[in-house]
């Protein structure tokens, strides 16, 4: 099928990517020059694994393009729309500044019969109001939210765990349905669950999904909370009540918190838009689970200034990670950057280094110093703090080694993703996030 992908971000670059991948003939277009001329180059613009070989294989079979020009759309059979949604400047609402523009600067460019389908996160009703525009063109407006998760785009855009499309009523929507079932034929051969709803249900969905990762996240870390208070580790709690199907392991970190371009800025949209609907209690609790994240930064910090005795002025501090989470070099409401700031606002030498993620940190924070190697950055610190859960910290750092770089020996593990005892046993004062 012909396919094109407005907005060639992590949502669009990948998904057009993806979806030449699985055989279809797809144009990606963007406003951002620089960024089509990298693609067009068969240069992923950022990091994700995975990206830079379906992007070279695409390109080089002849079915995947990019380009500058909205007219390049024209003669797609469907329309992704994957722009972003940022937090609006000045509010906790969404930016839709970006989505309305593409749609506005498609629609001369609609046939009778086309599918707009957009992948964007927006605020439910959002694509009713814009259906009322694409309807007079004779093309159809569809909702396919996107649930991939950075890290994993190019699995979860192959091979999603379900798929989700909002369809209007009647013949027009079963038609746009069996056009969608085509592109994502590969799923459907599998039986990968895939529902077809109305257009606020598809949009809810997407909004809702993030809502409660969000406050999984924060229930645990208001557990973390608790523990500090009264000795108990959190780690071994979330084991215990993940064994509980009803419940499950996963997203039951605690640490620093969630971060980065969806999470945050989504729980924020979907309060503005509860009280723009005159909801707003309904999900009142979405600003306790922002509270209680915002929270852990703060005890990260306090963490590292506690142990040096109530100031970290003149400490030379090495944090190891910049990213959002690992396997990505999204800085985006980075919990990670943020402890690292928060340091160097205290008047620390704060270092940074991170796998991947160096460019995009020092690009918001030149203030800072990073440090490319690990061993590198760890050289003469008088504590280290994780807050990127990275294999090469992780898994790969070992303590001793460590203990022969650093001139102090505290550790603060803000992802609770180091064997304590291990460090304990090289001489560290380990001090983790909800653990005694
Ligand atoms: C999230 C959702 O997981 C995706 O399903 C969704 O498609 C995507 O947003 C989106 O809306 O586009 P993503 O932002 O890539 O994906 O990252 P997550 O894996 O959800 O992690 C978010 C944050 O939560 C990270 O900062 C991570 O470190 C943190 N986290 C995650 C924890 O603190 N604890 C956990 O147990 C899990």
């Known amino acids: 099928m012909r396919l094109s992908v407005i907005g060639c971000g992590y949502l669009g670059a990948v998904h057009a990517a993806a979806m030449a991948s699985i055989g279809h003939e797809v144009v990606g277009i963007d406003v951002d020059e620089r960024k089509i001329a990298s693609l067009s180059n068969g240069e992923a613009p950022f990091f994700e694994p995975g990206l830079q070989e379906i992007l070279s294989d695409g390109l080089a079979s002849g079915r995947l393009r990019f380009s500058t020009d909205m007219a390049d ?3 797609a059979a469907v329309h992704f729309i994957g722009v972003g949604t940022p937090q609006q400047k000045d509010g906790y609402a969404a930016d839709l500044t970006y989505v309305n523009a593409a749609v506005d600067a498609l629609i001369p460019h609609l ?3 086309d599918i707009v389908a957009g992948k964007s996160t927006v605020p439910v009703g959002t694509a009713a109001t814009l259906a009322e525009r694409v ?25 999603p765990d379900r798929l989700v499309a909002g369809v209007p009523a009647g013949p027009e929507g079963e038609r746009a349905a069996d056009i969608l079932r085509e592109v994502y034929h590969p799923s459907v051969a599998k ?14 969905v997407k909004v809702a999904a993030n809502a409660f990762l969000a406050t999984k996240i924060s229930f645990i870390n208001a557990m973390a909370e608790i523990a500090e208070v009264t000795g108990a580790d959190v780690t071994t709690l ?11 392991r996963r997203f039951l970190g605690a640490g620093i918190g969630f971060g980065g371009g969806c999470l945050p800025k989504d729980i924020r949209a979907f309060s503005a838009r509860a009280e723009e609907l005159g909801r707003g209690e309904s999900v009142a609790f979405l600003r306790e689970v922002d509270a209680i994240n915002m929270r852990r930064r703060d005890r990260a910090v ?25 396997h990505s070099d999204d800085t985006r409401d980075s919990p990670a950057l943020d402890v690292a700031v928060r340091l160097h606002g205290l008047g620390a030498w704060v270092t940074v280094t991170d796998p991947e993620a160096i460019e995009n940190a020092r690009r918001i924070h030149p203030q800072l110093n990073y440090v490319e190697d690990r061993d590198e950055a760890l050289r003469a610190a008088d504590a280290v703090i994780v807050v990127t859960e990275w294999d090469e910290y992780r898994r790969e750092l070992d303590p001793a080694h460590a203990a022969t770089l650093t001139a102090g020996r505290l550790i603060v593990d ?23």
């Not at 506690?306 to 002025?313: D, K």
């Open 73 to 75: 759309a024209a003669g």
């Open 111 to 113: 046939a009778e019969g």
């Open 135 to 159: 309807t007079p063109t004779g093309a159809t407006l569809v909702w396919n939210p996107e649930f991939l998760r950075e890290g994993w785009a190019v699995q979860d855009t192959v091979d």
């Open 191 to 204: 039986n990968t669950p895939f529902i077809i709803t109305d257009l606020a249900t598809a949009e809810l």
């Open 238 to 248: 979330a084991d215990a009540i993940g064994h509980d199907a009803r419940i499950g």
């Open 302 to 326: 306090d963490l590292v200034v506690s142990a040096f005795g109530g100031s970290v002025f003149k400490k030379n501090i090495t944090v190891l990670g910049a990213a959002f989470k690992p």
């Open 414 to 436: 803000g992802r609770n993703c180091l064997d304590a005892d291990a460090w304990r046993a090289a001489g560290w004062d380990y001090r983790g996030m909800g653990r005694p």
